[in-house]
Structures are given as C-alpha cells and as structure tokens.
C-alpha cells in the first residue's frame, strides 16, 4: 500500500542503523513482504495459533506465517489477553510455537490501569514475563524480545512518564537475568501512545531499546520521525 511504500522510502534515508519490522494484520503479510522485498525491514504477525500442524480451519500457525515471510511473532498483546481471553499458559504455547518455527517473538506483557492503581505492576509484570517465558530454552532467548505495554496508554494518548517506563522495564531486565536468560543482550521495546515528541525521551532510557508503535504508525511522517529518535 502507498503507507508502506512511504515508509520504506523514508526508511532508506534513515542511517542510525535502527531495526524495523512491519507488523500488519496477517491477510497482508504477504503483500507487505514482497513490497519490502529490497530493503533490510522485516515482517511479523500479529499472532499465532495455538497449533503448529493439524486441521484447524481458519488458524495461522506460525510455520504458515514463517513460509510467507514472516520473521517476528507477535504473541500476548493485551487486546487478545483481554478481549480473547488468552492466558499465560496459552502464551507460553505460542511463544513455543514461534520459535520451533524459526521465527523471533515479541511478547507483549503490561498491567491494566487497576494493577497500577494498586501499585501491582512489578508483579503482574513479572508473572507475565515468568508464566509466558517458561518454556524458552537457552538457546533461544536472544530471539526474544519483550515489549512492556502498559493497559491503560495503548491507544488512550496517555503514555507512561519516560520515568514509570524505565522502573518497569528494570524489573523486567531483572526477573530476564533470573530465569537464566541473556538479559543485558536482549531488546526491551516500550509500547503505549509512542509519538514523536515523546519517542526520544523514551528511548533515551537505559533499559528502553525501542518502541512497538500502533496509532503512530499509521501515519508514515510521524513514524519515521519515531524511528529517527531510536
Ligand atoms: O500494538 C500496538 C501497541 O499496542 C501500541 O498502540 P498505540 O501506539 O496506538 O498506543
């Protein structure tokens, strides 16, 4: 489409070695990989099923999304937590099923406005990262990413302060290195009303490596502003 041809244009001036990956609902994975055909950005699905083979009629497995060019999964967004029900075991499912497909998984964690009201996103946070996260083998941790996604800023216009983001994406690099994984190597993504005049002071965060951007990356000027502050 002319958004993401807008995107790969801007992308090709943009030399602060920043990774891209495009995420588009599944239909269009494909048409969205062969328009980026030539240049270094990627593709990944939205989600994955919860079966890697088998009849399951109207299921995309993760070795389907892989076959069609898909590189990153992304698997526990709070919209399926909470508007599909998906839970940590079924997470940790699907994060299995990502990678034995060869591809690389974002997995979305966050606390919902009443968690944080009561001051439980550490926990919750935590537990997500625990529950979803149990069934990486060593081998595999550097083909995870995490994106903390606070309920309550995704799509509201309300970010966390660069300083809520920051103490929460500690903890997560904290409880990573607990569970034997390769924590300083791995990118921790902020997500929640990413825009370009906050992006720079989210990214200049210690543990923030990036953004995964949802409104903002409808509009191809304000993501590429967005990218050159990575
Ligand atoms: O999937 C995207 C994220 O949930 C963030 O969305 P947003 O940037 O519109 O708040």
């Given amino acids: 489409s002319g958004l993401v041809g807008d995107i790969q244009d801007g992308l090709a001036e943009l030399d602060n070695g920043v990774e891209v990956v495009i995420i588009p609902p599944a239909i269009y994975a494909t048409l969205v990989n062969a328009a980026l055909a030539e240049s270094e950005t990627s593709v990944g699905i939205q989600d994955v099923s919860r079966w890697n ?96 996604e606070p309920v309550w800023a995704i799509g509201t216009g309300r970010t966390a302060t660069a300083e809520d983001a920051q103490s929460v994406h500690a903890v997560i690099r904290q409880t990573l290195n607990g569970m034997g994984a390769p924590a300083e190597e791995m990118t921790l993504l902020y997500g929640g009303s990413v825009k370009p005049d906050n992006a720079k002071e989210l990214f200049a965060q210690p543990d923030i490596d990036g953004g995964l951007i949802g409104g903002a990356s409808l509009s191809a000027p304000d993501f590429l502003a967005i990218c050159r502050a990575a």
């Fill in 53 to 148: 083979k088998g009849a399951y009629t109207g299921e995309v497995s993760a070795p389907m999304a892989h076959d069609v060019g898909c590189r990153y999964a992304l698997v526990g967004h709070s919209e399926r937590r909470e508007l599909l029900g998906e839970t940590d075991t079924l997470i940790a499912d699907k994060v299995d099923n990502a990678l034995s497909a060869s591809l690389n998984v974002i997995l979305c964690v966050g606390e919902t406005e009443a968690q944080r009201e009561a001051g439980a996103q550490d926990r919750v946070v935590g537990e997500q990262l625990k529950q979803g996260l149990s069934r990486v083998s060593d081998a595999d941790w550097l083909r995870v990413v995490v994106a903390y």
